[in-house]
């Protein structure tokens, strides 16, 4: 079967595409590439959408964790208590700035931080935890929320794979990314919500910060030509914040076509021997950046057959960040961080995004099953 893909952005464009070039065109003609209005339009649409009170646009979800830890004004050789089993970006930022990264092991259920394993690590230079929303769902926000409170730290959440999951918290529930002190997401054009570039924002509901990150993205400067900090030049350009807007309208109906196709999967997997499907966490909803299953053994086998029928698959993350030679010195070893390691060699994900047939997951279901059988 032809044209199957990991994420099929052709057909989206065709559907939004008058739209689109509409908006592009208000932007080419008005030359305000940069911090023109679509920009601002989209921070407050955005601000709406998580009911937040700001939301400042960046140019990548790598920058946005990097302006938020800088927000924070913290203390070289100062800790984060984050993941390893995520994108690299996370422990790149911590390094950057003379941070140490302190990875806590995952919940093999969700891939996400396991809260339980974090209050052992918390020490006297302990100052952020910095979950990531692993694959469309939340970590478990509200236990880490209250073991974050009662030891005084700053909890910044990566939040680029799951925007738009609503989280449970005991006062109600939440979107995802606005739960902790700082929230940062990227708009890369394959997350759930993703621009024709590269993109990013930071989320906060807390003035002060909101007002140091607006800062630190422009040169450190709210007055022009006037310094106040060092910071970096990071911005969501005008072209981008166009396509978000149409984009951001859709979400929720994107979202609800990644969960409907993700329970087409779960149906045509449920009597595969040795496979896990995605668990849904009680906590959080699930927005399924990825659909992830855990093959217990002989992942290849799967992998070979899919490859043999070019059908498309991820895995995503092949080797935990505690592993990789550029963040040896910070001195963590094989063993030291089994069920992301274990995790590291069953994962595997599916295609996934809004225009899936079912057709095509049928097929690609059958060979799943075929190559365990
Ligand atoms: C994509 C991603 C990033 C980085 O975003 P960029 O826009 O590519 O810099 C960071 N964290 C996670 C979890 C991501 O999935």
């Known amino acids: ?8 952005l052709g057909k989206q464009y065709r559907e939004i595409k008058e739209e689109v070039l509409l908006s592009f065109d208000a932007v080419l003609n008005s030359s305000a590439f940069v911090k023109g209005p679509p920009v601002a339009d989209f921070e407050k649409a955005m601000e709406k959408y998580l009911d937040t009170k700001q939301v400042i646009g960046c140019g990548n979800g790598t920058d946005a964790l990097q302006i938020a830890l800088m927000a924070l004004e913290l203390k070289p050789g100062d800790e984060v208590i984050t993941t390893p089993f995520t994108f690299v970006a996370t422990v790149e930022v911590i390094a950057l700035l003379g941070l140490v990264p302190v990875f806590a092991d995952i919940d093999p259920a ?15 230079r302990t100052k952020v935890i910095l979950p990531v929303h692993l694959f469309g769902q939340s970590a478990n926000m509200q236990d880490l929320m209250d073991l974050a409170n009662s030891h005084g730290l700053y909890v910044i959440e990566d939040n680029a794979q799951s925007m738009g999951a609503e989280v449970r918290m005991r006062d109600g529930d939440r979107k995802a990314g606005t739960v902790g002190h ?8 394959s997350k759930n919500l993703g621009a024709y570039g590269d993109g990013g924002a930071l989320f906060t509901s807390d003035e002060k910060l909101g007002d140091a990150i607006r800062q630190i993205a422009n040169h450190g400067s709210s007055k022009r030509y006037h310094y106040e900090r060092v910071g970096v030049n990071s911005r969501l350009d005008s072209l981008q914040a166009a396509v978000l807007l149409v984009k951001l309208k859709r979400l929720n109906t994107y979202n609800e076509k990644r969960q409907r196709a993700a329970g087409i999967y ?12 995605p668990f849904r ?16 053994s002989e992942r290849d086998r799967v992998v070979e057959a899919l490859k043999e ?26 063993g030291d961080l089994p ?21 095509q997951q049928e097929y690609i279901a059958a060979t799943v099953k075929k190559a365990l059988d």
């Open 1 to 8: 079967m032809d044209g199957i893909k990991m994420v099929d």
């Open 110 to 124: 969700t891939f996400n931080l396991d809260t339980g394993k974090i209050e052992a690590l918390i020490g006297p």
């Open 182 to 189: 700082i929230g940062t997401t990227s708009f890369f054009p």
């Open 266 to 277: 779960d149906q045509l997997l449920s009597e595969v021997e040795g496979v896990i499907r």
């Open 281 to 296: 966490a009680e906590h959080t909803t699930h927005v399924f950046h990825q659909y992830t299953l855990r093959i217990e």
């Open 309 to 334: 029928r070019r059908i498309p698959f991820g895995i995503y993350y092949p080797i935990p960040l505690h592993l990789h030679r550029a963040y040896d010195r910070f001195g963590y070893r094989r």
């Open 339 to 359: 069920v992301s390691e274990k995790m590291a060699e069953e994962v595997l994900s599916l295609p996934m995004h809004t225009h899936l047939t079912v057709e």
